[in-house]
């Protein structure tokens, strides 16, 4: 059942055609985040969501905190709308390999980033152009905004529990 909700999503949780062209207002008009995130279209993490699994396969589920989970990768923009999500890995993946994956795998669809623009993701991604990770001294703003993006998964992750739990 999960890889037919992950096929479902790949057509239905996308970028709207052209929404990375304008600066939303919320952020043109909010200074905490103007200019410094003119050219951002959004954040991309990690979150960890309980799991049933069979006690045969448990062990790549097992994370750190000993309880079988899905590492799901997600994407969303500065309205707080999922653009991208990858399900179904195991709690043990890294986000770094679940993010090299959804680059690569053009069935996917990840929605890449124009030229110019970028993704803000945690130290757990891989530095590269189009995906701007945390600056290693004392930024602030990104972690104002970081941690604005996480409260906002963690309340989603109630929406997709129940789904994932089904479909497992």
Known sequence: MLHIFARMGIDTIKPIEGQFKEVPNHIRHD???W????DCI????GTHIKACISPSSQIP??????EPTQNIMAAC??????IFAFPGWEGTAHDSR????ALRKQELKFPH?????YYLVDSGYPQMAGFLGPYRGNDIIYLIFVEVIIKYLEKKKSLIMPILRYAL
Do not use: V
Not at 35 to 38: M, T
Not at 61 to 66: L, S
Not at 113 to 117: I, V
């Open 35 to 38: 200019p410094h995130f003119k």
């Open 77 to 82: 923009d500065f309205n707080m709308c999922f």
């Open 61 to 66: 589920y097992i994370g750190r905190k000993g």
């Open 31 to 33: 200074t905490r985040y």
């Open 98 to 101: 679940i993010f090299l994956q």
């Open 42 to 45: 959004g954040a991309i993490d």
């Open 113 to 117: 980033p124009p030229p110019g623009k």
